[in-house]
């Protein structure tokens, strides 16, 4: 195939101007404070992670046996993809008529639908845990209201798989809101009225114009709020159970309480290894650098 | 009544801001800030945590490599020059009873700061002592923590050159721990939910069908395991040595009404006062904090369990002279008095009690009739099993 398109192409028929180049060597330099930023803070700790989950106590890959054959690690590695998928779902659903409306309407509901989610954007996410942690409580809005309809105590909310996912839905809304809204914004109107012009039903129209259209902040939208709630902590450790622990939860179980540095770096590399094995996916699919639209 | 939530949050913050008027005063920091933020549930997070939570969590999804090269990153490690004692402690009444007691009248005599580290991680004592960087000199445990550190090498050797032996009564110094104050953690339950009289026992705590309502433990393996035997009929004095199966297929009937499982002091009072919860075992002095503030909370001291907090220098740190200038003051009856009447713990230095009225005594854990009712952790039977303990208790809890 390429062979054919080189084939096709006259060749030769196109020669770089002969423009000499000044032998830039200090616009290099300049990359070196960022580099060395990056080797600091990213390669070097990784590196060490990869190091200490291999070598503590003693060099042995052990620990990646422990996490692929106890049961309950296992466990824990299942659930923290299985709510993150979860997670994903619950938010492309809802944020994808919230994208809609404001991409495709510019009046005072777009403005306020925007307005709202850059508000819960830019507020702090253990504030609105906090939030969430009072509203679902045993004196919180919800539990007053069962009382106030006669439904009888109200059912356990707070320390729930339940709470802990809604927490992430909210605090990952907006996320997916933004990053659905860059790219539905920039699909042309005329294409959906072609459609209907040419006959399509409004829903057809949809099916087979926008909704294609608007794929890559689906998938974008999709691998962002994937890839942050595989190392959520926060909000599942404040609103969930320790029955559905989360892996970042688990790492922080096992620095902070046990002291097994290597078993939680291993823990860590893990959690590595599946989220670049997700942005690789995406890469080979659409290219990384189009993740942000 | 979420305002009223709102407001108590706002208060809170106003309570937390006001120790450090009093003196130089730092807080957790590192990842540990993260941690304690989950574990503070509620209003009383740590400051530090709140306080810049998004590069925390952009450190978190780095991973764990990030976290690990944390401490070395923004961990301080204060001079040896420097004039202070830096301490590890609870956090909330805890700390502002012991700067009352402890840390200004110490100050105000020896010249030298007080810095306190909050809440307590005993974890974490061991990365100090290793990486040799002193996020704090002092910290302290009931005999079953200081036991295990001890065993495990992390207590600085006492300087009898600066402690004078003189000074501490007999019996208070045990290893290179010195004794601190008695406290009792007890079963107490909400009088507004049960006022025809609550759970009297772990035996009625376990009895889901005769008092229904929503339970909380202490997440601390020991504690809740001793619960577990006395509900299953084990006479208090045959707790130990533990049968641990035996402790853990008890601790499963329950398992589904403990609605959480609480890690800080500040949590468990959060959970009661607010109703969250209806019946828990917490700490004593915190119960009766909350009754004198009028919390309708009745304090069960049948199978209490009575353990005595000693206090330590980690190993090795830079500071230890200041150190053992302060453990030496805060085992003297006076502070110890000051502190015990604040937080209604039992004093270790006997001499204490002049200064303590007699209905201040009877509510402490030293009350002869509690400690018969009571049982206390054995920690040459536990400090070696601990950290199989710890682990076990960790994955049954996840299970």
């Known amino acids: ?293 | 009544m979420k305002g009223q939530a709102f407001k108590r949050l706002t208060n809170c913050a106003g309570r937390r801001q006001s120790p450090s008027q009093g003196g130089a005063r730092t807080y957790g920091r590192g990842f540990s800030g993260v941690t304690q933020m989950a574990k503070n549930i509620g209003h009383h997070a740590k400051p530090a945590g709140s306080r810049t939570p998004i590069p925390r969590r952009f450190l978190l999804r780095a991973g764990a490599g990030t976290l690990l090269a944390a401490p070395a990153i923004i961990g301080h490690s204060a001079s040896a020059e420097e004039n202070a004692v830096y301490v590890n402690t609870w956090g909330g009444s805890w700390t502002a009873a012991e700067d009352v007691a402890f840390y200004k009248p110490f100050t105000a005599k020896t010249g030298i700061a007080v810095k306190t580290v909050a809440p307590m991680s005993y974890a974490k004592i061991k990365a100090i002592v290793q990486s040799g960087n002193y996020e704090w000199d002092v910290s302290g445990g009931t005999n079953v923590e200081s036991k295990e550190a001890q065993r495990l090498g992390l207590l600085e050797p006492i300087d009898y050159s600066v402690l004078h032996r003189e000074n501490i009564p007999e019996g208070n110094i045990v290893g290179d721990q010195i004794a601190g104050v008695a406290l009792s953690t007890c079963l107490v339950y909400r009088k507004d939910k049960f006022p025809n009289g609550g759970p009297q026992s772990w035996a009625d705590f376990w009895d889901v069908k005769r008092f229904p309502g929503a339970r909380c433990l202490y997440n601390r393996p020991y504690t809740v395991l001793t619960y577990a035997l006395l509900a299953d009929g084990v006479p208090p004095d045959k707790i130990y040595p533990m049968d641990l199966d035996r402790g853990f297929r008890k601790l499963d009937q329950i398992k589904p009404h403990i609605k959480v499982w609480w890690e800080q002091a500040t949590q468990s009072q959060q959970l009661i006062e607010d109703g969250e919860v209806d019946m828990i075992g917490m700490w004593n002095a915190r119960a009766q904090e909350l009754i004198n503030r009028g919390v309708p909370l009745e304090i069960v001291w049948n199978g209490n369990e009575n353990s005595m907090a000693y206090k330590f220098v980690l190993k090795g740190t830079p500071r230890a002279k200041q150190a053992w200038q302060f453990m030496e003051f805060i085992a003297q009856p006076e502070p110890q008095a000051k502190f015990c009447t604040l937080m209604s713990y039992g004093p270790s230095n006997p001499k204490a009690f002049d200064m303590i009225s007699p209905e201040a005594a009877k509510r402490m854990p030293t009350n002869p009739e509690y400690q018969k009712l009571g049982v206390s952790p054995n920690g040459d039977w536990l400090a070696p099993r601990m950290a199989e303990l710890r682990e076990r208790f960790a994955q049954w809890l996840e299970s």
């Open chain 1, 1 to 293: 195939m390429a062979g054919v398109v080189a084939a096709a192409q006259p060749a030769a028929s196109w020669q770089a101007p002969a423009i000499a180049v000044p032998q830039a060597k200090i616009p290099w330099l300049l990359l070196v404070p960022a580099c060395a930023l990056l080797i600091l803070l990213f390669v070097l700790p990784i590196g060490y992670t990869l190091l200490l989950s291999v070598t503590e106590p003693y060099l042995s890959l052990a620990h990646f046996q422990r996490i692929f054959t106890v049961p309950l690690y296992r466990r824990v590695m299942v659930n923290t993809f299985v709510t993150s998928l979860l997670v994903t779902v619950c938010c492309l659903l809802i944020a994808y008529p919230i994208a809609y409306v404001i991409a495709r309407r510019d009046d005072w509901l777009s403005r306020i639908l925007l307005v709202a989610v850059m508000l819960c954007f830019w507020t702090g996410f253990v504030v609105r845990t906090y939030a969430w942690m009072i509203i679902l409580g045993n004196k919180g809005p919800v539990a007053s209201m069962f009382t106030l309809l006669g439904l009888g105590p109200p059912p356990r909310l707070l320390f729930t798989s339940f709470a802990s996912a809604l927490g992430m839905v909210h605090i990952l809304l907006p996320f997916m809101v933004l990053t659905l809204y860059g790219v539905m914004q920039r699909i042309d109107p005329h294409f959906s009225r072609a459609a209907a012009s040419l006959g399509a039903r409004p829903t057809t129209a949809f099916l087979h114009v926008y909704l294609p259209l608007s794929l890559p902040g689906v998938i974008n939208g999709g691998i962002l709020v994937f890839t942050i709630c595989l190392g959520f902590f926060i909000t599942p450790a404040l609103l969930g159970s320790p029955r559905d622990m989360m892996i970042s939860q688990l790492i922080n179980q096992q620095i902070q309480e046990m002291l097994a540095w290597g078993f939680a770096s291993a823990l860590a590399v893990v959690l590595i290894t599946a989220t670049g094995i997700v942005l690789a996916i995406y890469n080979s699919l659409a290219g990384l650098d189009r993740l942000w639209g």
